[in-house]
C-alpha cells in the first residue's frame, strides 16, 4: 500500500454551472450598484451588512445544511462554487464567511436543538456574523495551552481571560470559543477544554482592536470579565473539546479561499501584459496558472471527499499548506514580471496598487487558520512519522 | 484511478512485481530483465494497449491506459511501453494497424518537424526520441503540402545517433532522409503535432506522479528505519516536515496528471480547457519532479546517491521524463500565451471551467 494521497478527478456537475451564471450575474449587478470594487481588495468597508442579507436571501448562505435550519440542502460542490466566485470577485464575505463555513457547522453538529432552531435561520438570511475564538495571548498554534477560564455559577459559567487575534470579533454577534473547564490530566494534555456559544455586544465582554500591518483592523483582542454563559450554550462534551476541533479541520482547510486571496494581482498582470507577452512574462504566468488548476482540482477534489461523507484532514492539510504557500509567493513573482510591464499599460497603477496591498497581506496567509508548521506535523502523522 | 479496481493495472502490476523488481533489476547489471519483461507486458497485450482489436491491439480504454502509464511509473518501468502505446494510439487515429514489437513516436520535441515530400517519402530530424534505438518500428506525425499525415516506418530505414537522458535511457536522434514508410494515411481533423505532444506530455506527467509515489514511499520506510542521534530520523520534525512537503508534491503531481488523463479520456475535441488540463500538467508534474525528487534525496543522504540504491530509477527518470514531448519552460509559454491571447477577465472562466 502506497502512503501517496489520491485526489480523484472530480468535475463539478452541470447544476454547478448553471448556479456559476447565477452567481456571477449577482455579483455582476452587485459591482454595478456600487456595493464593492472588484479591483480593490484594500478597501475600508470590508463590513458589508447588506450585501450580506441579499447574499442569505438568494438561498447562498448555509446551502448544505437541513432546510428546517433555514438551509438549501444542496451539495459541497455548489457551495464551492458560490464560494469561489465571491472570492475571486473580491466581494466582502468578511460578516457572512465564518459562520457559513464554520460555526454553523459546529452548531449543527453540537448545539441543543431550540438553539439551532434560534440561530442557524439568521445565519442563513445573513443577519448574524461569527467570529472564532482560539489563540489567547499565550497559546495560539498550541491550542491546548488555553488558559481562559469558564467557572461553574448558578445555571451556568463565568468567564474571565483574554482571546487574541479574534478576526471580526468587533462586528461578531457571536462567537464560538474554547475555555478551560478543568486542569489538563497527566494522560491527556489536551482534556478540560470546553467549546461555547458566546453572545457579544453583551456585559463583561471587551472588545480592543488590533491594527494589522495592511493598516486594517480586522482582528482584535477580545477581554472576558465574569462574563456570563447559559448552561445550553455549551456546544458538545465539557472539558471534551479536543475531541471536536479536528473534524472542522477538514471545512476551514481545503477551500478555494486557501489559494485565492491573492488571485487578483494575477488577473491585474495578465490584463497589464496584454495580449503580445514577452517570452518572459508569459512563461512566467502560464507557470503560475498551471499551479493554480492544480490546486483547485486538489481542493474541488476534497469537495467532492466532503460530499461523500469522508473526513478529509490530511489531503485537506495538503491543500492548505500548498495554496497558502503559494498565495503568498503570488504577489512577488507577479512582482517579478510586473518589472518588465509596459510604462503605458493602462492599469498600471492599478496593478501596483494592488501588489502593494497583497504584498502587505502574504504574511499572514501561512499563518492564519493553522500555521505551515502545524499543517506539515499533521501531514507528518498521516505519513506515520509521529 | 484507484490500483485495485482496474484490471489492465492490475495485470500490469503483476508483471512489475514478478520482472522488473526494483531491486533486482538495479542489480543486474547486464539488463537481461528487459527481454522477459517486454515478453511478459507483450504477452498480456499492455503495449497496445490502445490500439483497436481490428488493428491489432488490445482494445482498452484512454482511461485504462492512463492508469497503466500511473503504474509503470510506480515501478519506473524501463522499457518502451508508454513508447508503444503512444506509438500505437498514433497510428490508430489514421486507422493504421501496429505492427508486433517496439515502437516509439516522432517527433518527441514540439521543435522538430518531419515533413512529406510530393513523392510520398520523409524526411526530417528527430531530436530526445525515447527508445528509437529499441524500436523496431515508428509512428510518425509528419506535415505535407495537404495537411497532416500519419505513418509507419521500419526502423531500420533510419539513421539513429544514440544518446542517453539524465535517467541512463535511450534518448536518440532520428533522421529520416526520404524514408518510404510502409503505410502512410491522412490525419483526421483537426489532429496534429500539438494534439501529440498533449498526449505525449500527459502520459509523462502521470509517469512522474507515479515516479513520486514510489519515491514517497521508500522515503518514508527509510526514515523509519535509519537512527541518527540515537533516534530515528522520521522523529525530527525537520525531516518530517520534508517529507510532508515531499508528499504536497506527490499529491499535486498525481492530481495534476489523473485530471489531464480524465480530461483527455472524456474530451471530445482538444479545445482550451483540455490545453489547459494537458499543459498544465506537464508543467506541474515536471516542477513535482525537481522538488519532490531533491526531497528524496535529502532524506536518503549518501546512500541515495549511490548506483546501487534503487532510489535513483525513480528519481533521474522523474527528472528525465520532464524533457519528452515539450518541457515545462515550453510549455508554460504556450499556456502563458494562451492565456494573454484570451484577456484577463477570461482567465478565471478558463480555470474555473470544469
Not at chain 2, 528505519?225 to 530515528?232: H, I, L, M, S
Not at chain 2, 522523474?318 to 509559454?333: C, I, M, N, P, Q
Amino acid at each position: 500500500m502506497t502512503a501517496a494521497l489520491r485526489f480523484d478527478p472530480i468535475r463539478l456537475p452541470e447544476k454547478c454551472e448553471q448556479l456559476r451564471k447565477e452567481v456571477r450575474a449577482f455579483l455582476a449587478e452587485e459591482i454595478a450598484a456600487g456595493t464593492f470594487d472588484p479591483h480593490k481588495p484594500n478597501r475600508e468597508d470590508t463590513d458589508a451588512p447588506e450585501f450580506s442579507r441579499r447574499v442569505g436571501a438568494k438561498g447562498w448562505l448555509g446551502m448544505t445544511w437541513p432546510k428546517k435550519y433555514g438551509g438549501q440542502e444542496r451539495s459541497f460542490l455548489e457551495r464551492y462554487v458560490v464560494t469561489e466566485e465571491m472570492r475571486v470577485a473580491n466581494a466582502p464575505t468578511r460578516r457572512f464567511f465564518v459562520a457559513d463555513r464554520q460555526s454553523g457547522p459546529v452548531l449543527l453538529k453540537y448545539a441543543p436543538e431550540h438553539i439551532k432552531m434560534e440561530i442557524l435561520p439568521r445565519i442563513c438570511r445573513g443577519e448574524i456574523c461569527f467570529a472564532i475564538g482560539m489563540s489567547e495571548p499565550n497559546s495560539g498554534s498550541d491550542l491546548f495551552a488555553a488558559k481562559t477560564r469558564a467557572t461553574r455559577t448558578d445555571g451556568g459559567y463565568l468567564i474571565n481571560g483574554t482571546k487574541i487575534w479574534t478576526s471580526s470579533a468587533h462586528i461578531a454577534d457571536y462567537m464560538i470559543a474554547i475555555f478551560r473547564t478543568s486542569p489538563p490530566t497527566k494522560e491527556n494534555r489536551r482534556h478540560g477544554l470546553t467549546q461555547f456559544l458566546v453572545k457579544m455586544k453583551q456585559p463583561g465582554i471587551q472588545v480592543n482592536p488590533i491594527g494589522q500591518i495592511t493598516g486594517q483592523y480586522e482582528f482584535n483582542e477580545v477581554v472576558f470579565t465574569d462574563h456570563f454563559i447559559p448552561d445550553d450554550h455549551v456546544l458538545g462534551e465539557v472539558d471534551g473539546a479536543w475531541k471536536q476541533a479536528t473534524s472542522e479541520l477538514a471545512y476551514e482547510r481545503s477551500g478555494p479561499e486557501r489559494f485565492l486571496e491573492t488571485y487578483y494581482v494575477l488577473t491585474e498582470l495578465v490584463r497589464a501584459v496584454g495580449p503580445n507577452p514577452d517570452t518572459r512574462s508569459a512563461e512566467g504566468i502560464g507557470r503560475l496558472v498551471a499551479q493554480l488548476h492544480t490546486m483547485r482540482r486538489m481542493s474541488v477534489s476534497v469537495a467532492g471527499m466532503l460530499e461523500a461523507g469522508k473526513e478529509p484532514v490530511v489531503e485537506a492539510s495538503i491543500v492548505k499548506d500548498i495554496g497558502t504557500v503559494w498565495e503568498q509567493q503570488l504577489p512577488h513573482r507577479v512582482r517579478d514580471l510586473a518589472a518588465f510591464v509596459e510604462e503605458t499599460a493602462t492599469n498600471r497603477e492599478t496593478l501596483e496598487r494592488q501588489l502593494d496591498f497583497a504584498i502587505k497581506t502574504a504574511p499572514k496567509l501561512t499563518i492564519q487558520g493553522g500555521t505551515t508548521e502545524v499543517l506539515r506535523g499533521i501531514i507528518a502523522r498521516g505519513l506515520g512519522l509521529r | 484511478m484507484a490500483e485495485s479496481d482496474n484490471i489492465v493495472v492490475e495485470t500490469a502490476e503483476k508483471i512489475f512485481a514478478d520482472l522488473a523488481d526494483p531491486q533486482t533489476i538495479n542489480n543486474d547489471k547486464k539488463n537481461s530483465w528487459q527481454g522477459p519483461l517486454w515478453q511478459g507486458l507483450s504477452e498480456a497485450g499492455l503495449p497496445l494497449s490502445w490500439v483497436p482489436d481490428d488493428l491489432g491491439g488490445s482494445g482498452a480504454s484512454l482511461a485504462d491506459g492512463f492508469a497503466l502509464l500511473n503504474a509503470a511509473g510506480r515501478f519506473a518501468v524501463a522499457v518502451p511501453l508508454a513508447e508503444t502505446m503512444l506509438a500505437g494510439w498514433l497510428l490508430a487515429q489514421a486507422k493504421i494497424a501496429s505492427p508486433e514489437g517496439e515502437m516509439t513516436v516522432l517527433p518527441a520535441s514540439p521543435k522538430d518537424r518531419i515533413t512529406l515530400d510530393a513523392d510520398g517519402s520523409l524526411s526530417g530530424r528527430a531530436r530526445g526520441v525515447p527508445f528509437a534505438k529499441a524500436a523496431k518500428h515508428f509512428a510518425v506525425l509528419a506535415h505535407g503540402k495537404d495537411g497532416v499525415s500519419i505513418a509507419l516506418v521500419d526502423a531500420t530505414k533510419a539513421r539513429i545517433e544514440g544518446g542517453l537522458n539524465v535517467g541512463y535511457d535511450h534518448s536518440d536522434t532520428v533522421t529520416l532522409d526520404r524514408v518510404q514508410p510502409v503505410t502512410l494515411k491522412a490525419a483526421p481533423k483537426g489532429f496534429d503535432q500539438t494534439t501529440l505532444m498533449l498526449m505525449g506530455g500527459v502520459a509523462r506527467s502521470l509517469q512522474i506522479a507515479g515516479a513520486l509515489e514510489s519515491m514517497l514511499d521508500i522515503s518514508v520506510r527509510y526514515s523509519n528505519e535509519r537512527v541518527a542521534f540515537e533516534k530515528k530520523i522520521s522523529k525530527f520534525q525537520a525531516v518530517q516536515h520534508n517529507l510532508a512537503r515531499l508528499a504536497g508534491e506527490s499529491a499535486a503531481a498525481l492530481a495534476a496528471a489523473t485530471s489531464a488523463a480524465d480530461a483527455i479520456a472524456n474530451a471530445k475535441v482538444f479545445d482550451d480547457e483540455v490545453y489547459l488540463e494537458a499543459a498544465a500538467a506537464k508543467i506541474r508534474c515536471a516542477e513535482a519532479a525537481e522538488k519532490g525528487g531533491a526531497i528524496a534525496h535529502q532524506v536518503h543522504g549518501a546512500i541515495g546517491f549511490t548506483l546501487e540504491h534503487i532510489l535513483h530509477r525513480y528519481s533521474l527518470r522523474a527528472l528525465a521524463w520532464r524533457d519528452d514531448f515539450g518541457s515545462e519552460s515550453h510549455w508554460a509559454v504556450e499556456l502563458g500565451k494562451l492565456v494573454a491571447t484570451r484577456g484577463a477577465d477570461e482567465l478565471w472562466p478558463l480555470v474555473a471551467s470544469r
